[in-house]
Structures are given as structure tokens and as C-alpha cells.
């Protein structure tokens, strides 16, 4: 994943490399052209639900919470699999929690998913 060095160098930096894993689509960078390297085999090309199942399943007994970020439909297997949503305001994501009634908190950028992240990290 094209973020993953600065994301887990940043981690390491704070002592915290083993508390965060990446799954994401992979990215190979070309001149003139970015291909992404899907994960899975699916209509989306990553099934973020299977990548949250199979994390609650490693992590057995332990069930930490899982935040799960996100704007569009691509993102809504796994909204149902998170403990806490956060959906780009005015998005796909948005429309579908409110739609099917599910608690999440609108975001427009990263700062409001870091204060409340911190604060969840706080109460647990």
C-alpha cells in the first residue's frame, strides 16, 4: 500500500508498530499511470467486511473495537461490521447509515475521525 512506510514508520516512532495493521488494495507506480493491485475478487475489488471478519477472528477472545472510516458503496459491508462508523458527510456511506438507521459520525476531514478516535482510545 502506497501510504504503509509513512503509516507504520509513524507508528514505530510512537512505540505503537504492532498496534496497527493496513489492509488495503495494493498500488504498483508507473511512469505516466498508478495500477492498483486488487485485493480480493470481488465487485469492489476488496471486501473490507472479509478483512474485518478474519481481524475479529484472529483476535479471538479479545474483540477489540473496530472504527471503520469510509464514503461510498464499496464501504458498506464493512460499516455493517464496525463497531463505530465514520462516513463522509454528503457520500454514499452517509446516506446509507442513515437510511438503515445505524449510529455513525459524519466526517469532512480526518481531524474530526482523530479526535474521536483518540477519545474512544481513552474511554476503553
Given at each position: 500500500?502506497?501510504?504503509k512506510?509513512?503509516?507504520?514508520?509513524?507508528a514505530?516512532?510512537?512505540?505503537?508498530?504492532?498496534?496497527?495493521e493496513?489492509?488495503a488494495?495494493?498500488?504498483?507506480?508507473e511512469?505516466?499511470r498508478?495500477?492498483i493491485?486488487?485485493?480480493?475478487?470481488?465487485?469492489?475489488?476488496?471486501?473490507?467486511?472479509?478483512?474485518?471478519?478474519?481481524?475479529?477472528?484472529?483476535?479471538?477472545p479479545?474483540?477489540p473495537k473496530?472504527?471503520?472510516i469510509?464514503?461510498g458503496?464499496?464501504?458498506?459491508?464493512?460499516a455493517?461490521?464496525a463497531?463505530?462508523?465514520f462516513?463522509?458527510?454528503g457520500?454514499?456511506?452517509?446516506?446509507?447509515?442513515?437510511?438503515?438507521?445505524l449510529?455513525?459520525?459524519?466526517?469532512?476531514?480526518?481531524?474530526v475521525v482523530?479526535?474521536t478516535?483518540?477519545?474512544?482510545?481513552?474511554?476503553?
Amino acid at each position: 500500500m502506497f501510504l504503509k512506510p509513512y503509516i507504520s514508520s509513524d507508528a514505530a516512532a510512537e512505540g505503537d508498530d504492532n498496534l496497527i495493521e493496513i489492509v488495503a488494495n495494493g498500488l504498483t507506480i508507473e511512469p505516466g499511470r498508478w495500477n492498483i493491485l486488487w485485493r480480493d475478487d470481488s465487485v469492489h475489488g476488496h471486501d473490507k467486511s472479509l478483512a474485518i471478519k478474519s481481524a475479529r477472528a484472529k483476535l479471538h477472545p479479545h474483540q477489540p473495537k473496530i472504527v471503520f472510516i469510509g464514503d461510498g458503496v464499496s464501504d458498506l459491508s464493512a460499516a455493517r461490521e464496525a463497531d463505530y462508523i465514520f462516513a463522509k458527510r454528503g457520500k454514499d456511506l452517509e446516506m446509507w447509515c442513515q437510511k438503515e438507521g445505524l449510529k455513525y459520525e459524519a466526517w469532512d476531514d480526518f481531524g474530526v475521525v482523530l479526535e474521536t478516535v483518540r477519545r474512544l482510545n481513552e474511554e476503553n
